[in-house]
């Protein structure tokens, strides 16, 4: 399977705890965006990447939160000092270079936080 | 800003039924695209149409349709005969060439169900 690949799937960490999230894009996808999405919404951008340039960044990315993506492959979430709010679906999507394509996601990570 | 509405958040049909999604969407740019995902209780959101704000050409692919209308402002998915497999969040969702223009901005969903 060659789609977008997240890891974990599901995580359970304890209030103020850091937790990392990491996605694999499909290989020749250039962009790479993280999304959130909360129980009965849809999802909501949180930061964008073409290649390992971090281009925007959504104003619900506190500076809890930070994202990499080192080598234009991969890319990590760190969420810092874990919040209740913080309870969501992170979704990792990816898109050739191309600006009018549809985005590929992945299965996301659900984050509980207790 | 860019805004889209999805005003049913629940729909249930009967197997076979016919069903219309609705959304409408806001935006002051000319050129946008439109999108609709399915996203199946696993979690991933599945790519089902992009469309570009100047091909206003209704489309059908097999049991889905679109109909896109800019004098309305709304880009509505129909299911003809669906199927219990049709049970999942459909989100709508909008991208602008201007602006914050790689990223989606969704609908909050409408939840399907379709009942044997």
């Known amino acids: 399977d060659t789609g977008v690949s997240q890891d974990p799937r599901h995580k359970i960490t304890k209030r103020g705890q850091n937790v990392t999230f990491r996605c694999d894009p499909i290989?020749?996808?250039?962009?790479l965006y993280w999304y959130r999405q909360t129980l009965g919404q849809g999802p909501e951008f949180l930061t964008y990447?073409?290649?390992?340039?971090?281009?925007?960044k959504s104003r619900l990315l506190s500076d809890r939160f930070s994202a990499e993506r080192p080598k234009g492959s991969f890319s990590t979430l760190e969420i810092q000092r874990t919040e209740q709010g913080d309870s969501a679906m992170y979704l990792c999507a990816s898109s050739p270079g191309q600006s009018n394509t549809e985005a590929f996601f992945g299965q996301g990570t659900r984050l509980t936080v207790v | 800003a860019q805004k889209v509405t999805q005003a049913q958040t629940e729909i249930s049909v009967v197997e076979k039924e016919d069903v219309t999604l609705d959304c409408v969407y806001e935006?002051?740019?000319?050129?946008?695209?439109l999108f609709w995902y399915k996203q199946p209780p696993s979690g991933e959101l599945v790519f089902l149409i992009r469309?570009?704000?100047?091909?206003?050409q209704n489309e059908i692919s097999g049991r889905y349709s679109w109909n896109f209308q800019k004098s309305t402002s709304s880009f509505n998915f129909t299911i003809t005969a669906s199927q219990v497999v049709d049970s999942a969040v459909y989100f709508c969702?909008?991208?602008?060439?201007?602006?914050?223009?790689?990223?989606?901005?969704f609908g909050s969903g409408t939840q399907l169900t379709v009942l044997p």
């Open positions: 990447f073409q290649n390992e340039a971090q281009l925007e």
């Open positions: 935006t002051r740019d000319t050129t946008y695209y």
């Open positions: 469309r570009n704000s100047f091909d206003e």
């Open positions: 290989s020749e996808h250039n962009r």
């Open positions: 969702a909008l991208r602008t060439s201007s602006g914050s223009a790689r990223q989606l901005t």
